[in-house]
Structure formats: structure tokens, C-alpha cells
């Protein structure tokens, strides 16, 4: 299919030419597959912040473009509390609910409230489409749930990013165990197929790393026109390595780092070079022991404090670091 280019803005621009050349051919699932991360993670409302989860909720949202006329699903795996991929707290008490919005108020460029970076309700304006409460419940172990059949037009249409937004949330409504799931958007309720330049992203990651010293986990922001300096913002990384920056730019700037239940923030410089392409934030595990279960959440935002996009899939592919080499006259 081929993707137009006349769009809002260079993120979604670069987003939807790097589908139609297949450099997004994995952004259905998410995590997507360059992250290298193996499950989101949501705890119970009576959790504690020192496990890894700073608001015991998480939002999604996947672009569906104009041109998709047929129905889709928007895919859980693993979204019940219990098995053996979540993180249990004396017994598995606990229950998540996972609820997909589309309809007017949905799109976060016009209603900021429904990023869902600040507490409250309000990130839940939208059409409420589907909704389900999961406990402890084996049928659901490490399986998809499929939400829908949904068509594109229920969605928030944006004309300038010609795509349908649709929005799920995920909540820890009690208990206070760990719910690790990962989502996936597919054509079909029974299998995995990919809905061809579709997208998906978030304002506030919270992850699992994986437990194993030799795993680094990524996640991909987009810089944007304007973008001079950006603010980075680390929960509860357990003092568990290093987090590097890396760019066609930058070889790998070390991050502040936080320890248990603590945050670091700090700002990055954006060079010229860095516009338009994606960075590449990188999580290296401690090397001397193992940090299992590691939870974190990150979050960035310009200099103007507005919030950036982490893609399921870079923008443009992975960054690589590219130095300039300087060019010496031949002496005689």
C-alpha cells in the first residue's frame, strides 16, 4: 500500500515512509521487536512505587491508517494476574483491567489529558469501545485476549496524520502484583497478522528488563523539528548498570541513574545532526551480579515541556553512530 506524505508533522511523516519501505514491519507488536524488552508491566493499585511502577496504569495508542477499510483486534498477551510470567506478592490477589477508548478526545495532539501523565481520570476521555477485568485466571495464562472486531471510523480520526487513534489502558485496580503483558494489533483475532501501516506509541514507558546481565533493552524517541534540548526522566532503574544515549551523534552518553524508588532527571543537548532521526536509549544490565525483575519507567520532554513518542519501532531504523572524520591534506 502505498502511504502519503502529506503529513502534520515530520514524526508521523518519517513513520509512514518507513512502513512503506518494511523499516516498520514489526511496529504492530508491542513491545516492538528492536526494543528488545519482553513485557510492560502494570502493579495493583496497593503496590508499592519501589517495584517499579510509579501510577499503577499505562496507555497505549495505535494509529490506524484512512486508507485501512477492514476490521481489526487489539491484542493482550498474557493479561491475566498469575502464571508464570507475573510478578506475585505473597498470594496472586490482584486484578487488572485492560479498556479500549476511540471517539473524540482521544487524540493526544488535541486533548493532552489523554496521554496519561498525570493522575486522575481524565486520560480516559474517549468512547469506551471494550473493556475486561482479569484476576488470577489460568485460561488466560500466557495467551492473547482479542479485543474487538473494531472498525477504523470508531477511532478519533486526525485528517493532517490520516489515521483513526485508538487508545487502551491499562489499570491495576487491586492487589498489588505485578501484571507483565505485551499488546499486539492484528487483522485477526486467532493469529498474528499485522494491519499494514498501522503504528503504535506511548508518553510514559514501564518495563521489565529482562534477567540476564548480557540483555540491553532499548526504546526509540523521535526528534523533531525544533527540538534543542531534551529532559529525561528515570524511575526506580535500581542502580542496574548504566543507560546509554545513542545517535548518529552521540557514541553513548551516559545517563544520571536512579536507585530504588528514587527518580533522576537531567537534560540532553540536541545537535543539528540528531533532527529528524530517532535516539536510541539504551539499558545496560549491571555486569557484576543479576538485578531480576527489574522494573522501570521513563518518560522525556522538550524544552518546551511538552512530551515526547516512544514508537514501538524506531523512526527511520536504529540509529547508528556516525563520526565525523576529518580530512588531512597529503604532505610531501
Known amino acids: 500500500m502505498k502511504v502519503k506524505t502529506a503529513i502534520f508533522n515530520s514524526i508521523i511523516t518519517l513513520a509512514l515512509s518507513a512502513i512503506a519501505s518494511g523499516n516498520l514491519l514489526y511496529a504492530q507488536a508491542v513491545p516492538g521487536k ?3 524488552i519482553p513485557f510492560l508491566v502494570t502493579f495493583g493499585k496497593n503496590g508499592e512505587t519501589s517495584w517499579g511502577d510509579d501510577d499503577f496504569y499505562s496507555v497505549f495508542f495505535f494509529t490506524i491508517p484512512k486508507d485501512y477499510n477492514r ?16 510478578e506475585i506478592q505473597g498470594i496472586f490477589d490482584s486484578k487488572t483491567m485492560f479498556s479500549v477508548y476511540g471517539g473524540k478526545g482521544v487524540d493526544p495532539d488535541k486533548n493532552l489529558a489523554s496521554r496519561g501523565l498525570k493522575n486522575g481520570e481524565n486520560y480516559k476521555q474517549g468512547t469506551l469501545l471494550a473493556s475486561k477485568v482479569f484476576g488470577n485466571e489460568p485460561t488466560y495464562d500466557n495467551k492473547y485476549y482479542a479485543f474487538g472486531p473494531f472498525n477504523p471510523t470508531e477511532g478519533d480520526y486526525n485528517e493532517k496524520w490520516k489515521s483513526y487513534i485508538f487508545k487502551i489502558v491499562c489499570e491495576g485496580i487491586t492487589g498489588d502484583d505485578g501484571n507483565l503483558y505485551r499488546y499486539f494489533l492484528s487483522r485477526e483475532a486467532g493469529s498474528e497478522l499485522p494491519v499494514e501501516g ?3 506509541f506511548t508518553y510514559e514507558y514501564t518495563f521489565r528488563l529482562a534477567n540476564d546481565i548480557k540483555s540491553v533493552a532499548h526504546i526509540y524517541p523521535y526528534v523533531d523539528t525544533g527540538i534543542v534540548s531534551i529532559k529525561q526522566r528515570n524511575f526506580d532503574w535500581d542502580d542496574d548498570g548504566v543507560i546509554l544515549v545513542v545517535s548518529t551523534y552521540k557514541q553513548g552518553l551516559p545517563l544520571p541513574v536512579s536507585n530504588e524508588n528514587d527518580e533522576k532527571v537531567s537534560v540532553i543537548a540536541v545537535e543539528p545532526a540528531e533532527i529528524g532521526k530517532s535516539l536510541d536509549f539504551q539499558f545496560h544490565k549491571k555486569q557484576s551480579y543479576l538485578v531480576r525483575n527489574n522494573n522501570v519507567v521513563v518518560s522525556l520532554e522538550n524544552q518546551r515541556g511538552d512530551a515526547l513518542q516512544f514508537f514501538s519501532s524506531p523512526i527511520g531504523g536504529v540509529p547508528v553512530y556516525q563520526p565525523v572524520l576529518g580530512i588531512r591534506k597529503k604532505t610531501k
Open 34 to 36: 528492536d526494543e528488545n
Open 71 to 86: 476490521q481489526f483486534y487489539i491484542k493482550v498477551f498474557d493479561p491475566d494476574n498469575g502464571g508464570e510470567n507475573d
Open 198 to 200: 498501522a503504528n503504535a
